[in-house]
């Protein structure tokens, strides 16, 4: 078979949306479209159809405003969350994050996973950006002065440098450490409720794992994006349930603030757990996903993996080589572990039952009564480490 003629700067494997991601802050630094090559295995039209919400931090926006992709050509329908209310199941104690506390359109926006393609994909063909699916890499060979591709169809590419941006989830990835099982599956839905409250997400802690709702408008009158999280045996019988059931089960959990649930999509389920040995050699580096896969709660896994996307294209634009690669594993540890640690210590502290549980209700309580405390969450899970707004100039609302 023939073989591919071109060789390139950067070769990205996947793209979703943290190697889309990539490739558009790439060009938007400088770097020639046909430098670059994105490697995936699914077709386009399968991304773009891919339903899954995604809730995207204010900071992330700010990386996708940067590439060129928030919103593109009158597309990407989002759902913007003002308020955000955190609270223990059968405790005392609540906080509430609000925009207006930090001067800012929205703390963040919901939307679809396919939604988030469409826009990046758009601006990387505008760019020139050689795109290649779908196919897989079948092996990777380093040597002193480049990386050698060879795709399943026999193709070779050589690149100065190889990113890997695949996604998937625990349990779907054999080249990475499993650090933690969390012994949970996220029930995945979009539901009704009888008295909506506009643009607020809720994290509510039970004893059998967290539960968010998060706004997300549809043509189909579903107003809220459903991650459920508990044991395996009790996701299968979630998904099992007649709608009616499931209902008054989320309404057990949830409580009352939005009246009753009313409606329920299509339940899907996966396993959760964490995933946190980024890999790396002298001319490859993993990122997003592919790098760290999180627990759910807080939403921070692609927030986090857009961020890593931001701070290797700006290093990859200066220098396509190892020493990029060695100053982005410096530049994003801080940032890597603050996040891991807080969805991790949120997955597991708040689950069970005890005397535990009411203290760290007491906590939430605290929490929403001490200003400083409650602003660094806020940023903390709008643009990573404190300063990690300092990525992209800031745009106030």
């Given at each position: 078979?023939?073989?591919?003629?071109?060789?390139?700067?950067?070769?990205?494997?996947?793209?979703?949306?943290?190697?889309?991601?990539?490739?558009?802050l790439?060009?938007r630094?400088?770097?020639?479209?046909?430098r670059?090559?994105?490697?995936?295995?699914?077709?386009?039209?399968?991304?773009?159809?891919?339903?899954?919400?995604?809730?995207?931090?204010?900071?992330?926006r700010?990386?996708?405003?940067?590439?060129?992709a928030?919103p593109?050509?009158?597309?990407?329908?989002?759902?913007a969350?003002h308020?955000?209310?955190?609270?223990?199941?059968?405790?005392?104690?609540?906080?509430?994050?609000?925009?207006a506390?930090?001067?800012?359109?929205?703390?963040?926006?919901v939307?679809?996973?396919?939604?988030v393609?469409?826009?990046?994909?758009?601006?990387v063909?505008?760019?020139?950006?050689?795109?290649?699916?779908?196919?897989?890499?079948?092996?990777?060979?380093?040597t002193?002065d480049?990386?050698?591709?060879?795709?399943?169809?026999g193709?070779?590419?050589?690149?100065?440098?190889a990113?890997?941006?695949?996604?998937?989830?625990?349990?779907?990835?054999?080249?990475?450490?499993?650090?933690?099982?969390?012994?949970?599956?996220?029930?995945?839905?979009?539901?009704?409720?009888?008295?909506?409250?506009?643009?607020?997400a809720?994290?509510?802690?039970?004893?059998?794992?967290?539960?968010?709702?998060?706004?997300?408008?549809g043509?189909?009158?579903?107003?809220?994006?459903?991650?459920?999280?508990?044991?395996?045996?009790r996701?299968?019988?979630?998904?099992?349930m007649?709608?009616?059931?499931?209902?008054?089960?989320?309404?057990?959990?949830?409580?009352?603030?939005?009246?009753?649930?009313?409606?329920?999509?299509?339940?899907?389920?996966?396993?959760?757990?964490?995933?946190?040995?980024?890999?790396?050699?002298?001319?490859?580096?993993?990122?997003?996903n592919?790098?760290?896969?999180?627990?759910?709660?807080?939403?921070?896994?692609?927030?986090?993996?857009?961020?890593?996307?931001?701070?290797?294209?700006?290093?990859?634009a200066?220098?396509?080589?190892?020493?990029?690669?060695?100053?982005?594993?410096?530049?994003?540890?801080?940032?890597?572990?603050l996040?891991i640690?807080?969805?991790?210590?949120?997955?597991?502290?708040?689950?069970?039952?005890?005397?535990l549980?009411?203290?760290?209700?007491?906590?939430?309580?605290?929490?929403?009564?001490?200003?400083?405390?409650?602003?660094?969450?806020?940023?903390?899970?709008?643009?990573?480490?404190?300063?990690?707004?300092?990525?992209?100039?800031?745009?106030?609302?």
């Open positions: 078979m023939e073989q591919h003629p071109h060789t390139y700067d950067v070769a990205i494997c996947g793209a979703g949306p943290v190697g889309l991601a990539l490739a558009a790439l060009a630094r400088g770097v020639d479209g046909k670059i090559v994105l490697i995936d295995a699914r077709a386009l039209g399968q991304s773009i159809a891919d339903p899954r919400s995604i809730a995207l931090a204010w900071g992330s700010m990386l996708l405003e940067d590439a060129g928030w593109a050509s009158g597309h990407f329908p989002s759902t969350i308020s955000i209310h955190v609270s223990r199941r059968g405790h005392l104690g609540r906080s509430l994050l609000d925009r506390e930090h001067r800012l359109d929205a703390l963040g926006y939307t679809r996973y396919g939604e393609v469409d826009a990046l994909a758009r601006t063909d505008a760019a020139g950006v050689e795109v290649i699916r779908p196919a897989r890499v079948a092996t990777l060979d380093e002193g480049h990386v050698t591709l060879t795709l399943d169809d193709r070779t590419l050589t690149a100065q440098v990113v890997g941006a695949e996604g998937g989830v625990f349990g779907q990835q054999d080249d990475k450490k499993q650090t933690r099982d969390y012994g949970q599956h996220a029930v995945i839905a979009r539901v009704a409720a009888s008295n909506p409250i506009a643009h607020r809720f994290e509510r802690f039970t004893d059998e794992g967290p539960l968010a709702l998060l706004p997300q408008d043509a189909d009158g579903l107003q809220y994006a459903l991650v459920w999280c508990v044991a395996p045996d996701a299968a019988a979630l998904q099992a007649e709608e009616n059931r499931f209902l008054a089960e989320l309404g057990e959990a949830f409580g009352g603030r939005l009246g009753r649930f009313t409606r329920v999509s299509a339940r899907m389920a996966y396993p959760l757990g964490l995933n946190a040995e980024a890999h790396a050699t002298t001319r490859t580096v993993a990122i997003g592919a790098a760290q896969t999180l627990h759910p709660v807080a939403g921070q896994g692609l927030n986090l993996g857009l961020r890593d996307a931001a701070v290797l294209a700006r290093l990859l200066r220098c396509p080589g190892p020493e990029a690669i060695g100053r982005f594993l410096d530049e994003r540890a801080q940032d890597r572990r996040t640690a807080l969805t991790d210590t949120m997955a597991r502290a708040f689950v069970g039952s005890g005397p549980q009411s203290v760290l209700g007491l906590g939430l309580a605290t929490l929403d009564a001490v200003k400083p405390a409650r602003t660094l969450l806020a940023e903390v899970m709008m643009y990573g480490r404190r300063g990690g707004s300092s990525l992209l100039p800031q745009r106030q609302g």
